[in-house]
T-cell receptor, first 111, second 116 residues
Framework: GEDVEQSLFLSVREGDSSVINCTYTDSSSTYLYWYKQEPGAGLQLLTYIFSNMDMKQDQRLTVLLNKKDKHLSLRIADTQTGDSAIYFCAGLYSSASKIIFGSGTRLSIRP | DGGITQSPKYLFRKEGQNVTLSCEQNLNHDAMYWYRQDPGQGLRLIYYSQIVNDFQKGDIAEGYSVSREKKESFPLTVTSAQKNPTAFYLC???????????????FGDGTRLSIL
C-alpha cells in the first residue's frame, strides 16, 4: 500500500540550509507536496512537484525528486527562526482521490 | 477573504457524549476532507466528500459520522463509539481532483478535542 516516511526531528543553525527528506513506497503518485504546520494551526501548502519533474525552485525553497529511489527532499536556504515548524511531505495517488501524508519533520532553529 | 473556518478551536467531551465539529468553506470547492492528527503521526483521513450529498470513508472512519447537505459545510460528529477521540482535527477542501490537474488542499486551523 501507499506509505510516506520522514525523520521526526531536524535541528539547524540560523542562516544554514535545512534539508528535510522523505521517502515513499508507491510510484504511482502524480503530485508530491510539502506542507508547513505552525503550532496550533492547520497546514499551509509550501510547494509541490509533479511526478515527471526532477527539481523545482521557488525563492528559498528547492524540491528535489529522485523517482528511481522514491526520495523527495525539501531544501530551505538561509533558514530563519520563522521557519520553525513541522514539515509534512505528502503524495497524491491517481488510484484514489486522497493524499497520503508523512508523519512530519519538526524543524528547530538554533542561534 | 476566502478560506476554511473550523469551530470551535477547543472542544471538550464527556464520556458517552457525541460532539460535532464544524467546517465551513467559501472557496466554492467541491471536495472536502476530515483528518485526524495525533502527536508524532501524520494526518489520517477520516472521511471525504467529492460532491454534495455524497461522502466516502477514509482510513479511520469508525466512531465518526459526517454529512454533506450543502457545498459549503462538512460537519464531523465524533460519536461515543470512538474510544480514543482526543486529537487535533483538521478540515480541508479542494477543487475536485481530476487526472493531470493540480488541485491543492486548503486547510482550516483545526479543532482540538479533549476528553473530560
Amino acid at each position: 500500500g501507499e506509505d510516506v516516511e520522514q525523520s521526526l526531528f531536524l535541528s539547524v543553525r540560523e542562516g544554514d540550509s535545512s534539508v528535510i527528506n522523505c521517502t515513499y513506497t508507491d510510484s504511482s503518485s502524480t503530485y508530491l507536496y510539502w506542507y508547513k504546520q505552525e503550532p496550533g494551526a492547520g497546514l499551509q501548502l509550501l510547494t509541490y512537484i509533479f511526478s515527471n519533474m526532477d527539481m523545482k525552485q521557488d525563492q528559498r525553497l528547492t524540491v528535489l525528486l529522485n523517482k528511481k529511489d522514491k526520495h523527495l527532499s525539501l531544501r530551505i536556504a538561509d533558514t530563519q527562526t520563522g521557519d520553525s515548524a513541522i514539515y509534512f511531505c505528502a503524495g497524491l495517488y491517481s488510484s484514489a482521490s486522497k493524499i497520503i501524508f508523512g508523519s512530519g519533520t519538526r524543524l528547530s532553529i538554533r542561534p | 477573504d476566502g478560506g476554511i473556518t473550523q469551530s470551535p478551536k477547543y472542544l471538550f467531551r464527556k464520556e458517552g457524549q457525541n460532539v460535532t465539529l464544524s467546517c465551513e468553506q467559501n472557496l466554492n470547492h467541491d471536495a472536502m476532507y476530515w483528518y485526524r492528527q495525533d502527536p508524532g503521526q501524520g494526518l489520517r483521513l477520516i472521511y471525504y466528500s467529492q460532491i454534495v450529498n455524497d461522502f466516502q470513508k477514509g482510513d479511520i472512519a469508525e466512531g465518526y459520522s459526517v454529512s454533506r447537505e450543502k457545498k459549503e459545510s462538512f460537519p464531523l460528529t465524533v460519536t461515543s463509539a470512538q474510544k480514543n477521540p482526543t486529537a487535533f482535527y483538521l478540515c480541508a477542501s479542494s477543487a475536485r481532483q481530476e487526472a493531470g490537474r493540480f488541485q491543492p488542499q486548503h486547510f482550516g486551523d483545526g479543532t482540538r478535542l479533549s476528553i473530560l
